[in-house]
């Protein structure tokens, strides 16, 4: 029988561990969000590199979460590069949705008016100068939706940490239900907690693209 004493009894424990999640989901955000940027900037340099980085975003697409997360966990150290667990989770997230991000620039800066970049070459503006002035905040528009989409994909994404024994939040619930022999307590408030979250970035996101979207602003 489901014990809800026994449930909210551990909510204090899972909760703790949240900070650890929270703290991967926004680091890797951020590192996934410039990744990707990068990635797509520099595709666009020149020929040689749109080949080289439409390879490499590919590649990073189709290979799965758990094996990029293996490989830089169990693999690096085997060359002497030997990371710690919360250091090899961000990195993971970080790079294997770079490669999803990317993309989501790609179609951003193409819905942006080609006269834009003439304007800004016509002014004088320099390469990082029309990045920064000109492309990434007429871009913020057009990808606000897709990008918070798969920031919320990050979220759900870091109960994978736990095969590294990374302190977030399934880990811990993990812990606990090996410890006391009881499964579905811990996973129901684990899942609990991260429905909850996912929910209000959700309704966070929307938000913002519906702000995004009013006149004037």
């Not at 993971?92 to 819905?111: H, N, Q, T, W």
């Not at 990434?136 to 095969?163: C, E, W």
């Not at 991260?194 to 929307?206: E, K, M, Q, T």
Request: charged fraction near 15%.
């Amino acid at each position: 029988m489901f014990d809800f004493g026994f449930a909210l009894s551990i909510i204090p424990t899972i909760g703790k561990a949240l900070t650890t999640t929270l703290t991967v989901t926004l680091l890797s955000c951020i590192f996934a969000a410039l990744l990707g940027f990068g990635l797509e900037i520099a595709r666009r340099s020149n020929k040689l590199m749109r080949y080289a980085m439409r390879f490499v975003i590919d590649f990073i697409r189709s290979t799965p979460v758990l094996v990029q997360l293996y490989f830089l966990y169990y693999v690096l150290p085997v060359y002497g590069i030997k990371l710690p667990a919360l250091v090899v989770g961000v990195a993971a997230l970080s790079i294997y949705y770079c490669g999803y991000l990317a993309e989501v620039f790609k179609a951003g800066i193409d819905g942006i008016a080609r006269g834009q970049f003439e304007a800004a070459k016509a002014l004088g503006l320099g390469r990082f100068q029309t990045v920064i002035l000109v492309i990434a905040p007429q871009m913020l528009r057009n990808i606000a939706a897709p990008m918070g989409s798969y920031f919320i994909s990050i979220f759900k994404s870091t109960p994978y940490l736990a095969v590294i024994a990374v302190p977030e939040s399934f880990g811990s619930a993990l812990d606990i239900a090996s410890d006391t022999f009881r499964y579905g307590e811990p996973l129901a408030v684990v899942g609990a907690i991260f429905l909850a979250i996912a929910v209000s970035f959700s309704w966070l996101i929307h938000r913002f693209e519906a702000r995004l979207a009013l006149p004037g602003r």
